[in-house]
Every structure is written in structure tokens, then in C-alpha cells.
């Protein structure tokens, strides 16, 4: 008799430790999704920071390639930042360029109606700069996922000489 309450005793033991054991199991296993789910999150981010760093990049090579006379501040907009390799369009990540081109003092170069005049522009502009300009290159993008609230941005700059 004393046999049989020690095992019934032992059989209640162990379905309490299963139970503990699917508890550990199922919060383990929930907390191992969850870091997924944020590496995935992490890793889009940093792509689309990377297809943003290529655009400015390749803007602000453009720059230094342009005649220093010729340099005008622009925007492009419905820039395709992430192309992701794919034809069709739903997934890619859409962005802004930004050029304005600043004076030694940090004063941006714009014309007298309001529009970003540049250097070579017609417009009134400050007498002509001998010592060269900073060129900064904005990208301004939405992101994807849950972070689509918050506009990004990263801001690249140049000095062009004459």
C-alpha cells in the first residue's frame, strides 16, 4: 500500500515538471521568434540605408563630375532607393534627393525668387565664388514595415573647388 502512494505521488510530480517544461519550451521558443522577426526588421533597415547611401553617393559623384560653373541645387523626387532585383515595382523603396549647395560661411546659394539658383544660374546670385562650394546631398525616405511612420533621412556632403 505504502508502494502505491509513493507512485501516485511520483506520476503527479512529473506531469507538474511537463508542464513547467512546455511552459519553458513555449516562452523559449516565443522569444527566439520574436529576435527573428526583429533581425528581419533590423536587416531591411540597414538595406534600405545602404540603397540610400548608393543614391546620395552617386549624386555627389555626379557633382564633382559637373563643371564647378555649371552646379545648380535640384531635387529629384520618385527616386527608386531598392529596387530589390525584381521587375515589378510594389516592392521598391521610393525616396527624395536633395542638392543645395552652400557658400564657405555655410549661407545656402539661392536665387532672389526663392528657387535654389545655384552657381551658373541667371539669376541674382551672390558674387561669384573663387574659393568653391559645399554640395550636401539629402535623402529622405519612408520606410517599410511597422517603422513606415517616421521618415528617414541622410545627409552626405562634398566640397567642389573651382
Given at each position: ?6 507512485r501516485s505521488r511520483?506520476?503527479?510530480m ?5 508542464l513547467i517544461t512546455v ?6 521558443g516565443?522569444?527566439t ?9 533590423l536587416?531591411?533597415?540597414?538595406e534600405?540605408?545602404?540603397a540610400a547611401v ?10 564633382r563630375a559637373t563643371p564647378?560653373t555649371?552646379?545648380r ?12 532585383g525584381?521587375l515589378?515595382?510594389?516592392?521598391d ?16 546659394l ?11 544660374s541667371?539669376s541674382?546670385?551672390p ?13 529622405y525616405?519612408s ?10 533621412s541622410?545627409t ?5 573647388a573651382?
Amino acid at each position: 500500500m505504502k508502494r502505491l502512494k509513493n507512485r501516485s505521488r511520483q506520476a503527479a510530480m512529473t506531469l507538474v515538471e511537463v508542464l513547467i517544461t512546455v511552459l519553458i519550451v513555449t516562452f523559449s521558443g516565443l522569444a527566439t521568434l520574436g529576435a527573428m522577426m526583429y533581425g528581419r526588421e533590423l536587416r531591411a533597415s540597414i538595406e534600405e540605408r545602404n540603397a540610400a547611401v548608393r543614391e546620395a553617393a552617386g549624386l555627389i559623384e555626379s557633382v564633382r563630375a559637373t563643371p564647378f560653373t555649371a552646379l545648380r541645387s535640384m531635387t529629384l523626387t520618385h527616386v527608386t532607393l531598392d529596387s530589390k532585383g525584381t521587375l515589378e515595382e510594389n516592392d521598391d523603396l521610393r525616396g527624395t534627393l536633395v542638392l543645395k549647395l552652400y557658400d564657405p560661411y555655410g549661407n545656402e546659394l539661392e536665387s532672389t525668387n526663392g528657387s535654389s539658383g545655384g552657381i551658373g544660374s541667371e539669376s541674382s546670385v551672390p558674387p561669384p565664388i573663387t574659393t568653391g562650394v559645399e554640395a550636401r546631398v539629402t535623402v529622405y525616405w519612408s520606410p517599410a514595415g511597422r517603422r513606415s511612420r517616421a521618415t528617414q533621412s541622410l545627409t552626405l556632403s562634398t566640397f567642389v573647388a573651382p
